[in-house]
């Protein structure tokens, strides 16, 4: 129900985006969320995004290199990535959950404890 794409190889200084396309209701996926799991490490939040409104939030760890849009028309949200390094190399996974907040700090609390119902199968970013 959630598919992402526009992974890949790339090198230090590089670009991608991500896109995730959902086939859930609308309100399914009232929330949006990317995350991140590299190899022996825990999965992380890396930007969250609440559909109805303009919060959204970008976990400082990529503040300035890393940006969330959204299509609302094709159910896609994106998360460019600039500048990558060789530390973001994981496999990055969208979410998507009914609940969401327009308060920064609650949607980054969500996002801290991977607080999220529905899950695509990841794409793998690597960067050398």
């Known amino acids: 129900q959630l598919v992402e794409s526009g992974g890949g190889s790339v090198q230090a200084g590089g670009s991608l985006r991500l896109s995730c396309v959902a086939s859930l209701s609308t309100n399914s996926r009232r929330c949006w969320g990317w995350f991140r799991q590299a190899p022996g490490k825990e999965r992380e939040g890396v930007a969250g995004?609440?559909?109805?409104?303009?919060?959204?939030y970008i976990a400082d760890f990529v503040k300035g290199r890393f940006a969330l849009s959204r299509d609302n028309a094709k159910n896609t949200v994106y998360l460019q990535m600039n500048d990558l390094q060789p530390e973001d190399t994981a496999m990055y996974y969208c979410?998507?959950?009914?609940?969401?907040?327009?308060?920064?700090?609650?949607?980054?609390?969500?996002?801290?404890?991977?607080?999220?119902?529905?899950w695509g199968q990841g794409t793998q970013v690597t960067v050398s």
């Open positions: 979410a998507a959950d009914a609940t969401c907040y327009t308060d920064v700090a609650k949607l980054a609390l969500k996002l801290s404890r991977r607080d999220f119902g529905y």
């Open positions: 995004l609440a559909r109805g409104g303009d919060t959204s």
